[in-house]
């Protein structure tokens, strides 16, 4: 059973960062792919992005160059660092992990994080 903790999240003004931190416990962290979701209000879960247990990133090509994901397997924990971010980045931020190659579905994942929110004022 792995477990996941997702920090960083923050209230935060237009055109300002946040990194999130997700740190995972119980399986072995390098061979999971690892994901990142976002849920606004009333809206379905969308990929945000994700860094496989291969070493390769992949991202939301509407989030691409402003969002950056990366891992450090020695600390079992992966990051999201967000930048210039917008109003409609507000969301609860999740991550997750499977046994997968790379998926953009979050069906495609095992195990959840409780989410952190993340809130961009203008």
């Known amino acids: 059973q792995v477990q996941l903790v997702e920090s960083g999240g923050g209230l935060v003004q237009a055109g300002g960062s946040l990194r999130l931190s997700c740190v995972a416990s119980?399986?072995?962290?390098?061979?999971?792919?690892m994901g990142w979701f976002r849920q606004a209000p009333g809206q379905e879960r969308e990929f945000v992005a994700a860094t496989s247990y291969a070493g390769g990133t992949y991202y939301s090509d509407s989030l691409w160059g402003r969002f950056t994901t990366s891992r450090d397997n020695a600390k079992s924990t992966v990051y999201l660092q967000m930048n210039n971010l917008k109003p409609e980045d507000t969301a609860v931020y999740y991550c997750?992990?499977?046994?997968?190659?790379?998926?953009?579905?979050?069906?495609?994942?095992?195990?959840w994080g409780q989410g952190t929110q993340a809130t961009v004022s203008l």
């Open positions: 119980g399986g072995t962290f390098r061979r999971y792919t």
């Open positions: 997750a992990s499977g046994r997968i190659d790379y998926s953009r579905s979050h069906l495609g994942y095992e195990y």
